[in-house]
């Protein structure tokens, strides 16, 4: 891995960790053994580092999430491999997270991944519901939008709720309810 790739990797993690305030310049040097003129060499500075970063991290949590939205299966098997993936729950969504950092929010240009990812989520469950209604596999009562509002709020409490808790037990309860909802409507 080259040094741009490892000041993107070690902002990345650092995001996720300490926020954007927490995330010095330093903390990222020394993280990815990298020296200032490195860092300067390749980014104009902190900001212009953590928008890749962010952008990096929206564009993998975009592509594991399609995943199991387009593999195999009925809407809600689909949905249900979604909701049931591997996570790390104690350190929570690593997008929705920054949803919590004031100065990523206060920043158009940071806060741009963040929303277009939570969109783009949004659009894409509605449409695999609304797959699952028009095949006949959920009933016609099912609002694809509001749901996937739904699954998301549901999620993200989940994270917020198992991070207070320090046990994943209420993520996992969160995905239960989602699925037994969604199940009620098959």
């Known amino acids: 891995m080259g040094t741009e790739e490892r000041l993107i990797e070690s902002t990345r993690a650092l995001l996720w960790e300490r926020g954007y305030v927490g995330t010095s310049p330093k903390a990222i040097q020394r993280r990815a ?14 900001h212009d580092l953590a928008l890749a970063a962010i952008r990096r991290t929206a564009e993998e949590l975009r592509a594991s999430i399609e995943e199991p939205l387009s593999g195999p299966g009925t809407a809600v098997d ?8 591997d996570r790390d729950v104690l350190r929570g969504c690593p997008v929705g997270r920054l949803t919590q950092d004031p100065d990523v929010m206060a920043d158009p ?6 929303e277009g990812l939570f969109e783009w989520l949004h659009a894409r469950l509605a449409r695999v519901l609304d797959e699952g209604r028009e095949a006949g596999e959920l009933g016609s009562a099912l609002d694809p939008a ?3 509002s739904a699954i998301i709020a549901a999620l ?5 709720l198992a991070r207070a808790s320090g046990t994943a037990e209420p993520f996992d309860q969160a995905v239960s309810g989602l699925l037994a909802l969604l199940a009620a409507h098959a």
């Open 33 to 46: 053994d990298a020296g200032q003129g490195s860092m300067y060499h390749h980014f104009a500075g902190k």
């Open 78 to 85: 689909r949905i249900t491999a979604y909701l049931r993936r």
């Open 109 to 114: 240009a940071l806060r741009e991944p963040v």
């Open 146 to 148: 509001t749901t996937a």
């Open 156 to 160: 993200q409490g989940g994270y917020v």
